[in-house]
Every structure is written in C-alpha cells, then in structure tokens.
C-alpha cells in the first residue's frame, strides 16, 4: 500500500516545526497591514489562540521584533522509521536514512506595526546511507533544492502571506514534499497570545486541516518555558485526530478508506523575540488503520510512523 509513504514528507517536516497550518479560503481583497500588502490568492488566515493561563507574575506581551537585514542558517536534521502490515501478513519496517537540510533566511521588510517579510530558501539536502531507498529519496528530494519564497508575518508570529516556488517542471513526488514544506514554513514562528504572560503561561491553537493526503483536527498546546530577556523557550505537545473518510487511491480500480487516525507528539524550541530561531527538537507519532478494497477483495492495514527532527541555527 502506497499511501502512507505519501505521507512520509509530510510527517517529517510537520516534526520539524511542531505542526502545519490549516488549509483556509483567501480574503477577496488584498491584506494591508502598514506598508506590507498580501495579495488575496497569497494570503492565509490566522489562527486563534486561546489562553489557558497566564503563568506567573510579571506579566508581559511576547511579541517578536524582528530587524530589516537579519540573514540566517538552519540545520535540519529529520529521521524516520515507518512500521506496515496487512493484517494476516508479515509485518513490515522502514528506517529512512538521516536527511539534512540547510535553510536560508533574511528579513527583507519591516512595518510600522512589527509586520515583516521573510524570504527563504533551501540551500542542499543531503540523505544519508546508502542502497536504493536512498537513491530513491535524493531523486524525489533534487527539485526542493531550487525552492525560493516569501513569507509575511505579524508580530505574533502568525503568517498571513506565503509564497513560494521550484525552478522549472515540478515532478508529482516533489509537489507532494512542496505542499508539506509550505504548511511547515507557516510554522517557523510559533503563535503567540494577545494578552501577556509569564513563565508557565499555557495557551492553544484547535485547528482543522486539510491536506493532499486526508482531513483531520490539531490541538497544539504551548508552554513558556523560560523566557531570559528577549530569549524564550517553548514546551510543544500536539494531539491529531481524524474521522473516517475515503483517502486517494494508489492505483485504479482500488479503493481505500481511512478507519481511524490518531497522532501526537512532543517538541521542546526556543527563539529570539528579535526573530532569530535558535534551536528545537521534535518527535512525532502517528497511527493509522485503513481498509483497501479492489473488487470483493477487502484487507485491512496499519501503519505506525516516528519521526525525529533537530533544528538549530549554523
């Protein structure tokens, strides 16, 4: 069965970040906020962020303050292990080689208001190891390596623009990995609260998705840490949930639907209110069920898929 390793690039950059952001329709107009304009087919919408509790005294608004000019390298190292079986068959176990990423990026604009823009790229990924499932990922990885974008953010850390693309013809395995990094890059920065907070303060984003791949619900639930100055660090733990619905078919004449889904995981990541990322780490478990019908033939699946991700500043 084809399909979860469709998601294999989803999960992993999801890892990376401590989630995805919700699919959601464009305003009909242009965002303006200060100087930075969103064109409507560009823009995204914010999420809610509730308050759980505000933490200890003192209390203060985080809010990042980026600087026009501010260039950075990010090392992004992600591992996975993928577990399948049919149910009365043998299972089966895949351990993707190590994968690293370096990513660039620059503050190109700042408004009146804390708005700015961010533009990025992917400079290489390398894979590790070696045999075919190697050379299959470095195939299917090549084309990200052309990616350039913009991305624009309110000084919550909340995006309301994303732009990006690859240098010439997309290749169907790369658009599937493009359209995981964007909801990944919509999380670089984390969604901050409206009221202040101190240590311990708690705060959560419910959140509906949809992806390529199926559409399911996300709780992320933050914890400050430790904030030291403009320097903050951040507890992650992130809850997925998804009913029962028809998922693409790997081949014709057959047909799969979704059982159950559940996911989760956990994530520890600190930053610079002056919209430096310093450094994170993530795991991230999922599970899954789904039957697979061609003709009278029915069979059940599962899938268990881990993934690791370390990110920190070069």
Aim: charged content about 20%.
């Amino acid at each position: 069965m084809r399909f979860p390793a469709r998601l294999a690039p989803l999960a992993l950059l999801l890892a990376a970040c401590g989630g995805a952001t919700a699919s959601a329709p464009a305003p009909v107009a242009p965002v303006t906020v200060a100087t930075l304009e969103v064109p409507p087919d560009k823009a995204v919408v914010p999420p809610e962020v509730r308050l759980i509790s505000a933490g200890e005294a003192p209390h203060a608004p985080l809010r990042f303050r980026p600087e026009k000019g501010l260039t950075q390298r990010l090392r992004m190292e992600m591992d996975m292990t993928m577990e399948t079986q049919v149910v009365g068959g043998f299972p089966q176990r895949i351990e993707a080689p190590t994968t690293t990423s370096v990513l660039r990026q620059a503050v190109t604009d700042v408004a009146a208001d804390g708005t700015f823009r961010l533009e990025f790229g992917i400079e290489s990924i390398e894979v590790g190891g070696d045999g075919p499932l190697r050379a299959a990922m470095i195939e299917a990885l090549e084309p990200l390596t052309t990616m350039q974008g913009w991305s624009i953010g309110d000084a919550r850390g909340r995006v309301l623009g994303l732009d990006f693309r690859l240098a010439g013809d997309v290749p169907a395995t790369a658009q599937q990995s493009l359209d995981s990094i964007r909801d990944a890059l919509r999380q670089m920065l984390p969604s901050l609260p409206e009221e202040p907070v101190g240590v311990g303060a708690e705060w959560e984003v419910v959140q509906p998705f949809v992806t390529s791949a199926l559409t399911f619900e996300q709780t992320a639930r933050f914890r400050l840490l430790r904030r030291e100055g403009d320097r903050v660090e951040l507890a992650v733990t992130i809850a997925q949930r998804a009913e029962p619905q028809p998922l693409q078919s790997p081949q014709p004449g057959m047909s799969v639907r979704l059982e159950s889904f559940q996911g989760g995981g956990e994530a520890t990541t600190a930053y610079e209110l002056g919209g430096r990322f310093l450094r994170s780490e993530t795991h991230v478990l999922i599970e899954m069920q789904s039957v697979v019908s061609a003709g009278a033939q029915t069979a059940q699946s599962q899938v268990r898929m881990e993934t690791n991700a370390r990110v920190q500043e070069m």
